[in-house]
């Protein structure tokens, strides 16, 4: 630990696998004083080892208890939006409910902690917020990732709306788009495909390989630092190359 994140505390969603228990735990190695949110009562709980302070069972689909835990909370210096779902498709496969769903885990969510932290944030005069889009609909195409995609490039225009409109505010907004990280969800997806299924996945990487939750945990940690002070507004690439 270097204490990069030292006296700051984070407020962190779907943390309890992938891409947001990397993050929590990396940001608590730092320093940081966490607080980890998921549905997964269960899996929450093995983060207190690994130096997370506080957890808690938080539905980001509920506005009311997203409104309710940010009063409970209080004031955050860093918001760390990692809830999300792949949906696999074309738009002849995504149904209304599908479209739904998708949209208001993927996006809906990031609006409301925003609008429950956000005035915290603006009272201090500072924060930093990130949030994890994909490679996948802000940078490039994926096939059968069709309202996947769209909600990626939503939260692109989201995280630069945010950043635009409190840039003299003290507030920075950045989001992150990873290209295929091994992840239990990713794993999942992998094997509904079949034999081969993570061989597809990894051939579509130019490096060769997957990348990692605690890789895209460590430019988190870097976006909600004081490294990155200059840093607003924008979709920080990290996909091996997938885009090129």
């Not at 891409?19 to 929590?24: S, T």
């Not at 860093?78 to 739904?100: I, K, P, R």
């Not at 909600?151 to 989001?175: E, M, P, Q, S, Y």
């Amino acid at each position: 630990m270097s204490g990069r994140l030292q006296g700051k505390r984070a407020f962190i969603t779907a943390a309890a696998a992938g891409i947001g228990r990397a993050c929590a735990i990396a940001f608590a190695r730092e320093g940081a004083s966490v607080v980890a949110t998921d549905i997964d009562d269960k899996a929450l709980a093995a983060l207190t080892a690994e130096g997370v302070a506080e957890t808690a069972r938080l539905d980001v689909r509920d506005s009311a208890a997203v409104e309710a835990m940010a009063k409970r909370v209080g004031t955050v210096d860093v918001l760390l939006n990692a809830a999300g779902f792949v949906h696999h498709g074309t738009v002849l496969d995504c149904g209304d409910d599908d479209w739904d769903f998708s949209f208001d885990l993927n996006v809906k969510s990031m609006h409301r902690t925003l609008r429950a932290f956000l005035p915290g944030m603006l009272a201090a005069g500072h924060g930093s917020i990130i949030n994890i889009a994909s490679a996948a609909g802000v940078i490039k195409a994926a096939p059968n990732r069709y309202v996947y995609g769209a909600t990626k490039a939503a939260v692109a225009g989201l995280t630069r709306a945010v950043a635009a409109d409190f840039i003299t505010r003290g507030i920075r907004c950045n989001c992150i788009c990873p290209g295929t990280i091994e992840t239990p969800s990713m794993l999942g997806r992998a094997a509904a495909l079949g034999a081969g299924g993570r061989e597809m996945f990894v051939s579509r990487q130019p490096m060769g390989r997957l990348g990692t939750a605690e890789e895209i945990a460590l430019l988190a940690v870097y976006l909600a630092s004081d490294e990155s002070a200059f840093t607003t507004g924008v979709a920080h690439v990290i996909d091996g190359g997938w885009t090129l």
